[in-house]
């Protein structure tokens, strides 16, 4: 899949103007403010009514959200009603819903329960089943480790990289976190001010950075990094 083009003003002002193609698996990163989010709301056909956008892709499938698109939002603790019981947070049948507990780890009394009773982790999950629901061709993960703690961050990518083996869809996963973009991706985009600085093989972009922006991203990366004994 080729983002040919993908062009957003805001008041005449360019706020993004970028390409990349999807082989894969690819990570887009870069800090707060980077045009990130805006990549994403883009292709999810979510930005603001005051924003110009022109898009052109090169595509095998339509991108339908919720069908051939999905979305992993980055907190699970906010994208859930906490009223609602899991079950009812999906259009699929019972009997889906339990296939998809099955292949993410969890067990079908989850269910019945609601939010606030399941663990960051366990959100998590849910919210992939979620994006899972009608066997999507692209997934759309907007940082989601970013509200979780180490062991549950390093759990998520393990199962992403599963399911996508298992699923066979494609990724773009929107993070400023190089050791979780290396756990996941193939290639790497990465992104200042709404343009591309460099792109690549992730590993070798990493192992030997080009740009100052993107060596500055991989050292405060590791500079804060979590390390376990």
């Keep these: ?30 800090q707060s403010g980077s045009g990130k989010s ?11 009514s005051d924003m110009s956008c022109s898009l052109d892709i090169e595509s095998s499938f339509k991108l339908e959200r919720g069908r051939t698109l999905s979305f992993v939002p980055q907190n699970p603790f906010t994208a859930l009603s906490p009223l609602t019981r899991i079950s009812d947070h999906f259009l699929c049948p019972r009997k889906r819903q339990e296939e998809l507990l099955n292949m993410v780890g969890l067990t079908s009394d989850l269910l019945d329960r609601y939010p606030p009773e399941l663990s960051g982790g366990q959100l998590q999950r849910i919210v992939i089943m979620i994006a899972l629901e009608f066997t999507p061709k692209l997934m759309l993960l907007d940082e989601p480790t970013t509200a979780l703690d180490f062991q549950n961050r390093v759990m998520i990518i393990e199962l992403l990289t599963y399911l996508q083996e298992e699923l066979d869809f ?60």
């Design 1 to 30: 899949m080729k983002v040919k083009k993908l062009h957003i003003e805001y008041e005449q002002k360019t706020l993004v103007s970028i390409s990349f193609t999807i082989k894969r698996s690819l990570a887009l990163v870069g």
């Design 38 to 48: 805006l990549t994403l709301k883009a292709l999810l056909d979510m930005l603001p």
């Design 170 to 229: 494609k990724i773009l996963f929107v993070t400023h976190d190089m050791e979780s973009a290396r756990g996941l991706c193939e290639d790497i985009v990465v992104i200042k001010d709404g343009s591309v600085v460099e792109a690549g093989n992730l590993f070798n972009v990493m192992e030997n950075p080009q740009d100052i922006y993107t060596k500055e991203l991989i050292d405060s990366n590791f500079a804060h990094r979590e390390f376990r004994t």
